[in-house]
């Protein structure tokens, strides 16, 4: 019995020596006929985005190649409407389960303000690549002296044009360098060649205030202050801007703005060839022209005193979660994302043009008409800040509040629920409210 005991031991030993043999951290012995590579850690990374069917087509396809040049890392998608992906997000990082990576937008100083956004800036240079990235991207994504965003793409807020509506009225196509009161009495002209149930244009009082602000050297949110960035009496010229577009027909009505909101396509009178011009970030023409048979083409919004008030922008970007257990392999994939060619060719410009100058030569080489209108009027844009340039914007905090008080005064001044001065009164009295409450 000790014989065969001994000889099991001597046996264990024996294999656990030859096990070991091998040597250098589990690489090949020398002389070795073993090639295997050693084995690399698997990484599990979650990312989540918001959109719809198509944009989560091409997004699992950019993460299916992605994983492809890094076989160590595999990549789970989800994504949720624009209505609820921010509902769904703030659960899971109040909850401790938000992913690895997700999107965020205008509203990123909410989530930086938390602390629950990962920095960034460790891995810049070694895993992160940020060499041929607009400057003012990287700008826009630090906060707080930390890196916490990385943009996915740019855009620039302009307007949309239904160049055969101006036909049919036998009006010119409007061009970059109008001004506002060219605005409404072009609104008003076409609406009344055309006759009844067109209209001239949307009311995007709450889409344009920033950029009407901005125009006169004031913004709705002051960071650095943080408060309100424009005073009462700049937010009822505006709002009286729009009441009397209203009165003179130029405008859809309070009705069927909310019956058909331009914030959704496939309800918007523009792609329906009933409103002639509207107020829209870049990224979303393609998806009105799509829908349209009618040319649609942008130029620059109306100008006022200090400039058009536009920035070349982030659309919106990814932030990494501050507790993911993988910070470099988060680094890496926002790196594929913004610098990888396969990247570019699979997501184009569904979330704004690339951030980086290589990944926008390579896709304006094969660019279609309807590309190409894109990137004509970014680059309009993009030059025009040059001279006229103006401060980056962000969403303000609160801004879901901010945005709802917005609507509803919009609402009640045109139902005639209250005059111009009153609803805005309270408006500005609320929105003083919500950024003090900060």
């Excluded at 943009?151 to 360098?177: C, H, Q, W, Y």
């Excluded at 919009?410 to 139902?415: A, K, L, P, S």
Aim: proline share 5%; charged share 25%; with cysteine.
């Amino acid at each position: 019995m000790k014989k065969t005991l001994s000889l099991t031991l001597a046996a264990l030993l024996l294999a656990a020596t030859t096990a070991c043999s091998g040597g250098n951290n589990g690489k090949p012995a020398t002389g070795s006929t073993d090639t295997a590579e050693p084995s690399v850690d698997q990484v599990e990374l979650r990312i989540m985005w918001w959109g719809d069917q198509k944009r989560a087509d091409k997004t699992n396809e950019a993460l299916r190649k992605f994983e492809e040049k890094y076989p160590n890392i595999k990549v789970v998608g989800e994504f949720a409407p624009n209505s609820g992906y921010f509902d769904k997000l703030n659960t899971q990082l109040a909850s401790g389960t938000a992913p690895d990576v997700f999107f965020l937008g205008g509203n990123v100083t909410d989530y930086a303000d938390k602390g629950v956004l990962l920095d960034l800036q460790p891995y810049v240079g070694k895993e992160l690549d940020l060499t041929d990235m607009d400057q003012t991207m990287v700008e826009y994504g630090t906060l707080g002296g930390k890196l916490v965003h990385i943009s996915a793409g740019a855009n620039a807020r302009g307007m949309v044009i239904n160049t055969e509506l101006f036909k049919k009225a036998g009006m010119d196509i409007p061009a970059d360098g109008w001004s506002w009161e060219d605005y409404a009495r072009i609104s008003k002209e076409i609406s009344e060649k055309l006759g009844k149930g067109y209209y001239g244009t949307y009311n995007f009082t709450v889409e344009g205030m920033d950029i009407y602000m901005k125009q006169r050297g004031k913004q709705v949110y002051d960071m650095e202050k943080d408060a309100l960035g424009f005073e009462q009496q700049d937010a009822e010229d505006w709002f009286n801007y729009w009441n009397d577009m209203s009165k003179n027909g130029g405008m859809v009505t309070p009705s069927l703005q909310v019956s058909n909101p331009p914030g959704d396509t496939s309800k918007s009178l523009v792609v329906t060839g009933k409103v002639a011009m509207s107020l829209i970030p870049s990224n979303q023409f393609a998806a009105h022209q799509n829908l349209i048979q009618d040319t649609l083409t942008m130029v620059q919004v109306p100008r006022g005193p200090k400039g058009t008030g536009v920035v070349f922008e982030s659309s919106q970007g990814l932030s990494g979660y501050a507790k993911t257990e993988h910070p470099k392999e988060v680094a890496t994939l926002m790196n594929y994302w913004i610098n990888d060619p396969d990247a570019a060719q699979i997501l184009g410009s569904d979330r704004g043009v690339p951030v980086t100058s290589k990944m926008r030569d390579l896709l304006m080489k094969d660019a279609t008409p309807l590309e190409q209108t894109v990137y004509d009027f970014t680059s309009r844009v993009s030059e025009a800040t040059k001279k006229e340039p103006f401060a980056i914007s962000y969403n303000p905090p609160s801004f879901t509040e901010f945005t709802k008080l917005a609507e509803t005064a919009v609402q009640e001044i045109g139902f005639e629920q209250k005059n111009v001065k009153q609803g805005v009164e309270d408006f500005y009295k609320g929105a003083t409210q919500i950024f003090g409450s900060k």
